[in-house]
């Protein structure tokens, strides 16, 4: 069985451009979760999907951060314009919808570098 | 504060050792806690997860929980070089499906 995957890996962009992050979920699985390190914090969450609704969006820094998950399947994440303190890793997870959330399984992430 | 503190290491220990990792929290209303695991360039990994207090032992590694202290460990016995990773406590809060996380410690493994 296919694991979280995410696209690109690494992205580097100026500031003020518009990048696009996408997640594919481990088939079947109804929650979908991104998450952000920037360098030296912790993993904070930004929000969360259920099938195509948005269950949580609480961790979203401003509205320059747009995600969707069309069809309840891949989700993107875009950020439009990115600025220098959007640079980080960011990471997808899902998670079956009938098993406890906590079982999260993550991607590898994607490196996103704003200059 | 912090509601999740962990110390971010290098812990360095030779092959064989016992390891024992450990955070502290402060919100009282977390009752999931997991260990997730983080090689370089990859996404984390669940290792264990533990429901409110307790012990809970898989192979090598041991996780306890004391809600009273507000105080989780993570134990890896007869640790292995290729246990050296960044492990990562996270928490979560009864009906809510967001992780909080510490920030992470590296463990380093020498044969």
């Known amino acids: 069985e296919a694991g979280v995957t995410q696209f690109p890996s690494h992205s580097v962009i100026e500031k003020g451009q518009t990048v696009t992050l996408r997640c594919d979920p481990i088939?079947?699985?109804?929650?979908l979760y991104w998450y952000r390190r920037v360098m030296g914090k912790e993993i904070k969450f930004l929000l969360h999907f259920v099938k195509e609704s948005k269950q949580d969006e609480s961790g979203m820094p401003n509205n320059r951060f747009l995600a969707e998950r069309t069809g309840g399947t891949y989700s993107t994440l875009k950020v439009q314009p990115a600025e220098l303190e959007d640079s980080g890793v960011y990471f997808c997870?899902?998670?079956?919808?009938?098993?406890?959330?906590?079982?999260?399984?993550f991607g590898p992430g994607t490196r996103l570098t704003v200059t | 504060q912090k509601e999740v503190e962990q110390d971010p290491g290098p812990l360095s220990v030779p092959e064989g050792a016992i390891v024992s990792l450990n955070c502290t929290y402060s919100?009282?209303?977390?009752?999931?806690f997991m260990w997730y695991r983080q090689y370089s360039r990859k996404g984390p990994e669940l290792l264990m997860y533990t429901y409110s207090s307790g012990n809970k032992e898989d192979g090598r590694f041991t996780a306890q929980v004391d809600k009273s202290s507000k105080y989780i460990s993570l134990f890896i016995r007869d640790s292995q070089p290729s246990d050296s990773a960044t492990y990562l406590c996270?928490?979560?809060?009864?009906?809510?499906?967001?992780?909080?996380f510490g920030k992470g410690t590296m463990l380093l493994v020498s044969p």
């Open positions: 996270a928490m979560e809060r009864s009906g809510y499906s967001t992780l909080t």
């Open positions: 088939s079947g699985h109804d929650n």
């Open positions: 919100n009282s209303a977390f009752q999931y």
């Open positions: 997870a899902s998670s079956h919808g009938d098993i406890a959330t906590y079982e999260q399984y």
